[in-house]
C-alpha cells in the first residue's frame, strides 16, 4: 500500500516529464515511464526493507538481525559443541581422588582412578541445551576395621556405564575385594550399603557440575541481555551456594540409619573338597575351556578365560569374571547367581592338587548370601562336580574300574 501511494504522489511528476519529452512519444516515452517507476519501485522497497531489518520484533524471526554484544550466532539458531571430555576427566579425578567413606569403626577411601574411559560433550541447538557422556571407572579402595586388626584391605569399584542414558539410581556399581577373609568380607559389606551411595553423589556433583558450570556461554545472549554478564556472575554464585547446601545435604545423608551397618546382606563361607580321576591339567580344562564348560553344562557358555574376562553359564543364571588363572593350580572369580542383590558378587577360589593316582579340589566361596547358603553346596555338586564327572569320566579311576 505505501509503494502505490508513493507512485500516486509521483504521478503529476511523471506526467510532466511525460510531456517535455512528448516529441518522443509513444515509444522512447513508453520506456520512460517504465524507466521511473522501476527506478521508485527499487527505492520503496529498499527503505522499507531497511525498515523491516532494523526495527525489532517484526518480520520472520530467522532473518531479523539481533542487536548481538558479539554479532555471532544470531538467535543462537547454530549448532554449537563443546568438548568436555578433558575437563570430565580432571573433574572426575578430582571428585575421587582420596575420597573418604567412613563410619564407626570403619574406615574406607578411594586411592586412586585406576581407569577413566569415555567422553563427555555439550551442544547447543536453536537454544537448547543437549549433553553427551559416556564413561566408564574403574577405582580402587582400601578399608580397615578401626577396632580390630587395622589391617588395610584392598578392593575396586567398578562403574561401566555412567551415561545420560541411565538414570543415576541405575548405574551399576561392582564392589570387589582383592582377598577374601572375614574382615575384608565385612568391609565390602560396607562399601555395597554405603559406599555405592557415596560414589553415587560424587556422580551427582559431576552431572550437575557439567550441566551448570560448564555449559555456561553456549547459549549466547539476546536483545535486552546486557546485563546478562552480571547475572551470570550472581548465577554462578548462586549455583556454588545451592551446591554446597546440597554437598552439605548428601554428605550428612549416610547418618541416618546406620545402625547394623555391614550386616545389611547376611553372608556365609561355604568350604568343600572333591576328588576327581584326572590330572590337574584336564580338571582345570574342564573349569576354563569353552567347549568343555558347554559339554558338563549342556547348554551354550560364555567363558573367556583370562584375567578380567567374562563367564555365563545356564542361560545366564551363573555369571562372573576371571580374577586370577594359575594352570592346573588355581582359579579365582568373582561368581553369582542371576537372581542376587544387583552388585553383588560372592569370590570363588578353586585350587587343584595333583596326587599319584588323582586330583584334589578344594572350593572356598565367601560372600554367599545366607538365603541361597543351604541350596549352594547341593548345586555345585549337582551343577559342577557331578556333571563333570559324569560327561568325562572323571569320576572312576582305571583301577576301580578293573
Known sequence: MCALASIIFYIPILNRRILENSTRWPLELSELVKTHIFQLFIQLKTVNHKKAMAKWGEGDPRWIVEERPDATNVNNWHWTEKNATPWSKDRLHQLFQGFKIGHSDIECA???????????????????????????????????????????????????????????????????IDESNDESETLKQFMYNVGRDRVRQQLASYIRELKEEYSKNLILPKKGDEAGVGNSVANFKNANNTRDAVQNTLVAAPKL??????CKLDVRTLSMTEEFHCSANDLYNALTKPEMVTAFTRAP???????????????????????????EKKIKQSWRLKNWSSGHYSNVIIELEETSSSTMMSLKQTGIPASEYDAMKTNWYRYYWHSIKQAFGFGTSISDAL
Open 110 to 176: 578411594v586411592d586412586s582412578v585406576d581407569k577413566c574411559s569415555g567422553e563427555a560433550t555439550v551442544n547447543n541447538r536453536k537454544g537448547k541445551l543437549i549433553f553427551f557422556y559416556e564413561w566408564e571407572l574403574v577405582l580402587k579402595w582400601s578399608g580397615k576395621l578401626l577396632k580390630n586388626s587395622k589391617l588395610s584391605h584392598k578392593g575396586k569399584l567398578t562403574i561401566p556405564n555412567l551415561s545420560e542414558e541411565n538414570e543415576l539410581a541405575d548405574v551399576e556399581i561392582t564392589v570387589t
Open 257 to 262: 540409619n546406620v545402625s547394623g551397618i555391614g
Open 301 to 327: 557358555a560364555k567363558v573367556d578365560a583370562v584375567r578380567g574376562g567374562e563367564f555365563i553359564l545356564y542361560g545366564g543364571n551363573v555369571l562372573g569374571k576371571f580374577e586370577e588363572l594359575v594352570p
